[in-house]
C-alpha cells in the first residue's frame, strides 16, 4: 500500500515571500502521478500541480513548482510570490497509473500567509 | 462549464438513522469517486465508479456504507444506521477516463449525533 507523509502540520510565510512545503512517499511502482492540492476554508480541493513520476523534469504552474526526487521518494511544493490568497490547506497525493485510480492524500499542512 | 456538485451541503442527522449523499459530476466524465475526511486529516478513497459500475469498493470501510451510480452520471453514497464516527466530510470527484486530474465537489459535511 502506498503512504504519503506530510511532516509539517503548520507553515506561514510573510506576503511575496518563498515558502517550500514538504511531502514523502512511499511505494514500490515504478509509473505513478503525484499531485499537490489546495483546499481553502470552502472545502473546494483544488489541483495546484502534478508530476507524472517517468519525467526527469520538474513541473512548473506559474508561482508553483515542485521539487520531484524520485530516488528519495520526495515531493515538495515551493511557491513564490506567496499571497494572501495561497491561504489554506495544502495535501500531497499519490496515484497509480494503472487501473486503480484512486488517490492516496498526505495529512496536510496548513499554509497561513502573513499581510 | 459547472463544476461537481454535492447536495446536501450539510446534514446532521441522529445516531441510527440512514443518509444519502448525493453527486452531480462534470457532464461526461465516465470516472467518479467519493472520498471521506475526517476532521484535520486528509480524504480517504472510499469508492471509484467507472460508467455504472463500481470498479473498486475497497475502501468502504463496512457493510453500512453503499453507493449506487444507475445511469453512469449521479451517484448517491448511502449509509445505513449511522454511527457518531461516521461524521466527516464526504467529497466526490470525477474525471474523464483519458485525463487523470480528478475535479472535486464542494462535499457534504455530515453530523452524526
Known amino acids: 500500500a502506498q503512504t504519503v507523509t506530510q511532516s509539517q502540520p503548520e507553515m506561514s510565510v510573510q506576503e511575496a515571500e518563498t515558502v517550500t512545503l514538504s511531502c514523502t512517499y512511499d511505494?514500490?511502482?515504478?509509473?505513478?502521478?503525484l499531485f499537490w492540492y489546495k483546499q481553502p476554508p470552502s472545502r473546494q480541493m483544488i489541483l495546484v500541480i502534478r508530476?507524472?513520476?517517468?519525467?526527469?523534469q520538474n513541473a512548473t504552474e506559474n508561482r508553483f513548482s515542485v521539487n520531484f526526487q524520485k530516488a528519495a521518494k520526495s515531493f515538495s511544493l515551493k511557491i513564490s510570490d506567496s499571497q494572501l490568497g495561497d491561504t489554506a490547506m495544502y495535501f500531497c497525493?499519490?496515484?497509480?497509473?494503472?487501473?486503480?485510480?484512486?488517490?492516496?492524500f498526505g495529512s496536510g499542512t496548513q499554509l497561513t500567509v502573513l499581510p | 462549464g459547472a463544476g461537481v456538485s454535492q447536495t446536501p451541503s450539510n446534514k446532521v442527522t441522529e445516531k441510527g438513522k440512514y443518509v444519502e449523499l448525493r453527486c452531480d459530476p462534470i457532464?461526461?466524465?465516465?470516472?467518479l469517486y467519493w472520498y471521506r475526511q475526517s476532521l484535520g486529516q486528509g480524504p480517504e478513497f472510499l469508492i471509484y465508479?467507472?460508467?455504472?459500475?463500481?470498479?473498486?469498493d475497497s475502501g468502504l470501510p463496512n457493510d453500512r456504507f453503499f453507493a449506487v451510480r444507475p445511469e453512469g452520471s449521479v451517484s448517491t453514497l448511502k449509509i445505513q444506521r449511522t454511527e457518531r464516527g461516521d461524521s466527516a466530510v464526504y467529497l466526490c470527484?470525477?474525471?474523464?477516463?483519458?485525463?487523470?486530474?480528478?475535479?472535486f465537489g464542494p462535499g457534504t459535511r455530515l453530523t452524526v449525533l
Open positions: 470527484a470525477s474525471s474523464d477516463s483519458s485525463y487523470n486530474e480528478q475535479f
Open positions: 511505494t514500490s511502482e515504478n509509473n505513478y502521478y
Open positions: 508530476q507524472e513520476a517517468y519525467k526527469q
Open positions: 497525493a499519490f496515484m497509480h497509473s494503472g487501473s486503480a485510480r484512486q488517490l492516496t
Open positions: 457532464s461526461g466524465h465516465t470516472a
Open positions: 465508479f467507472q460508467g455504472t459500475g463500481a470498479a473498486d
